[in-house]
């Protein structure tokens, strides 16, 4: 099928989307007609999790004409040319290909001779017999000692994804016996964020990945350095104690200064990573190969359902195509990320990136500047935190902020305390149902104070329980929903040109290359 | 002098703003005229902190007209009539007192024959006795052994100010040799929080704080509960582990249960409590209470310039103002925290609050709706972590992004790297001009992927180094530019009425009081 790239003010269902009724959340939201959306508004997940839409601004009308735009733009199409090995990116002109890190949707690509899901695969694999030999002790620090800590040295990309990750997870780990090493991070070029982390370790017995896909960016080769030099104080041989994660043709490839080097490539970006070697280096060592396996199966579940073209059985599609609406057509600028589970606690931080950094564009995927609002703001705490502290906009601002709540009916760690009657966990999944409700109905109340206008729209994924599996289709589902909207507002969600200026302004002002605000600013900064 | 409350929309000079000419910002910060705006447009604040507004798009034109927005709107008087005791805080009735923690800024507020500052302080004499008795071995646990570590139990304004601030100065403390405690925090009625603290401290060596200006908090109660039980059941008595921050009229003021309690009251809100003995206990009791004094004294230094009426001198309110311009005039939604250290890495979180719990409001301080815009959505992370993740956004994407970076010349822990000829902390440095000037300015490409529009506003806030003083006053100066915006928009920026029917939903949730959609959610959820 021939696949059109247009601006979304060219379409014509978009003219018609825009037509149609605008939802009356709070009266469809009361009574028996609430219960019934509630019931009728949930599309299946992967691995048992729920997309549940009831208090979306939709309705039937509005879906249909959701549907229509989502045919017309050929969602699902240029998903299948994207995982065919397309070079939808066209900016850098490249493939992208992280789907292929955990399942093959359709054909195979072969570049160079190379099946590129065997690549994958292969690194993996490769991965896999690391972590096992350094928690089975074929592979020790030169005192012949465990490797009891891993440490990530990335940015971005290659710590945000991991990081999350890893912390959604470390509990879970620990209830189920899986966990092996505790993982920590270094990222900013702030260099007490090294100094910190390495006051909180036994260096002699930590293993460092080093992860940067060039293998030339700033912060992370700095913060080796940093590394290095306290191995070196404490008498050890860094090359004993890192590995790197990066592509084949970086300088740290076939460096012998690592113990070994696993690669991505440059069809993964940063954001899209956590389930390739950059994620897969440091959660296979903390967990064991065999959780990150389930990961990646939780997210290969997704994927598939987004190869649906029905878009009422198409969850990632659906959240997009929502998004899409409340963006353009509703005109909500910002989006609020809210897990009820503290494991998720840096869960929206990755999100920010994932979206804002794929989404936050002006021009379309040919380099012309488009005529609408493109990705939104996104921003997050876990609940209840969050219930007391920014809530308060959301439910009485004068700015309507679209809401995703992620909710688990079980906890992690199985310790629980009844209070009142009722455990904490179930105060938590309480809390999350009182609000999705209080936000879309609101309650009148004479004194305007205290009145809720409700209206304000939300979804909510539901799930047994954040373990790999889902959280590896909660991830894939946030991955495509950003993919399906940058389709739909034909923009490219997979370069960053937006971050190079800054780059080569600081690379200015450390050369002392400067004049006018940058030199004036860099005199009150003491540079 | 009279004081008069009207809406934003009733002000002459607000009319008067808007047709004052926009300034393009990347023209005038372009060649020598740019860097005269980096000379001119800085504000002194406290502890030699500097806050520099060149790249904000205002003029002298501009700021005459902000200056007689301000007068107008009487928001050095407001502030006077604040720290003198009125009740500004119309809905719930209640002085707003939290200046009176750290100074005496105007009148003595005698209530009840009780003198507010000396009431204040004298709990600050209390937790400093205190914690000179734990730090100096006099109250131990039973087994006559120190405690080494404090817990904070507290959500909200209990939690992310204290929390941010231990931070902000963990590691500070540790090179000044002012470390005494270390510090966690439970806050969320997730289960899996408290198991995960309690998982990583020695509970026999811990002493706990508990913090609910109520007493009646559900999550901070839950979280007490299951700690007590923690400790019973490693064979200790809570009583000897526990201290409480409260109201002397709560349930917890006068209890067996604790081997302390220290008081706040009514008149200090929970966002604006770090100040106070609630985040007084725990600072003191990591840092010692010298270092709390220093803290105090730092955002005392700021308050006094918070009085100044010119308004070039006073940076909280010349801050504020431009706040209002960008949300009113200009129509930006949103505002980035980018703070370029890691010790501040969860002060974007603690701003959200102040910020969007104080200003979501859709009503006036009279109860009655205004037909304006107030508080903006706040997030933000650490620099340089934003900029490899949702800087892009900030940089091309459809919405101009207000933003507030702040920036120190020295780090805290006095150990780093060269790396091509510069230090991290100079890198660090070099990031953080090269931004605002890359966002100000922007850069021409033929190619529009790579285009700069510029014409982004920032301010920087600029310091030499973290520290309890400085802390304190960039602490005061947001608190301060909160509550003048407040005024300017003519709302009640001291209560909360937002966060309470998700409250009595939730209560109806767990009595199985459901009908409706809050049922069907119920069930969705297993409640």
């Known amino acids: ?107 195979a690509v072969v570049e160079d001779g190379v099946d590129k899901r065997a690549f994958y695969v292969e690194q993996q694999k490769r991965i896999a017999e690391l972590a096992e030999k350094v928690h089975n002790g074929e592979i020790t620090n030169a005192a012949g000692e465990k490797f009891t800590t891993v440490v990530q040295i990335g940015i971005g990309g290659s710590d945000l994804g991991p990081r999350a990750m890893y912390l959604a997870l470390e509990n879970w780990a620990k209830v189920n016996n899986t966990f092996k090493m505790e993982a920590k991070f270094i990222s900013n070029v702030d260099p007490d964020d090294a100094s910190a982390v390495l006051n909180t370790i036994d260096v002699a017995h930590s293993l460092f990945v080093l992860v940067s896909k060039s293998g030339t960016t700033l912060e992370t080769l700095t913060n080796e350095s940093f590394v290095k030099d306290a191995l070196k104080n404490a008498g050890l041989d860094p090359a004993k104690h890192m590995i790197a994660v990066t592509s084949e043709t970086s300088p740290l490839a076939k460096s012998d200064d690592y113990l070994a080097a696993f690669f991505m490539d440059d069809y993964i970006g940063g954001r899209f990573s956590s389930t390739s070697a950059v994620g897969g280096a440091v959660l296979s060592l903390a967990f064991g190969p065999d959780v990150f396996a389930q990961f990646l199966d939780g997210a290969a579940s997704e994927d598939v359902l987004a190869k649906n073209k029905d878009l009422l059985k198409n969850p990632a599609m659906l959240d997009a195509l929502i998004g899409i609406y409340e963006r353009n057509v509703l005109g909500y600028q910002n989006t609020a990320v809210l897990p009820y589970s503290q494991a998720l606690s840096r869960f929206p931080a990755h999100l920010q990136q994932l979206d804002m950094e794929s989404n936050g564009k002006s021009v379309n995927r040919f380099g012309e500047p488009v005529n609408y609002q493109t990705g939104p703001v996104i921003f997050g705490e876990p609940g209840t935190n969050g219930q007391h502290s920014f809530y308060q906009l959301l439910h009485q601002g004068t700015d309507i902020v679209p809401l995703q709540f992620v909710g688990f009916k079980n906890n992690q760690m199985e310790r629980d305390v009844v209070i009142q009657d009722s455990t904490s966990q179930q105060k938590l999944c309480a809390n999350v149902v009182a609000q999705i409700v209080a936000f879309a109905c609101g309650k009148e109340d004479a004194d305007r104070n205290k009145n809720f206008e409700g209206g304000r729209p939300s979804s909510i994924i539901i799930g047994d329980q954040v373990n790999p599996k889902t959280l590896g289709a909660l991830l894939a589902h946030f991955e495509n929903k950003v993919m399906f909207q940058g389709f739909v507002w034909n923009i490219n969600s997979f370069d960053q040109e937006g971050v190079q200026l800054g780059k080569v302004l600081a690379k200015r002002v450390l050369a002392h290359e400067t004049d006018g605000a940058l030199k004036e600013f860099s005199d009150l900064l003491n540079i």
Do not use: C
């Open 1 to 107: 099928m021939m696949i059109n790239w247009n601006n979304l003010d060219t379409i014509a269902s978009y003219e018609e989307l825009k037509k149609v009724a605008h939802v009356d959340l709070a009266k469809v939201m009361t009574g028996a007609n609430g219960a019934e959306r509630v019931k009728k508004y949930n599309a299946p997940m992967g691995e048992g999790l729920v997309f549940n839409y009831a208090t979306k601004q939709v309705d039937d009308d509005v879906l249909a004409a959701l549907a229509k735009l989502a045919e017309e733009t050929q969602l699902v199409e240029k998903f299948e040319a994207l995982y065919n090995g397309e070079v939808v990116n066209t900016g850098e002109k490249r493939r992208v290909l992280h789907h292929m890190t955990r399942g093959q949707l359709g054909d």
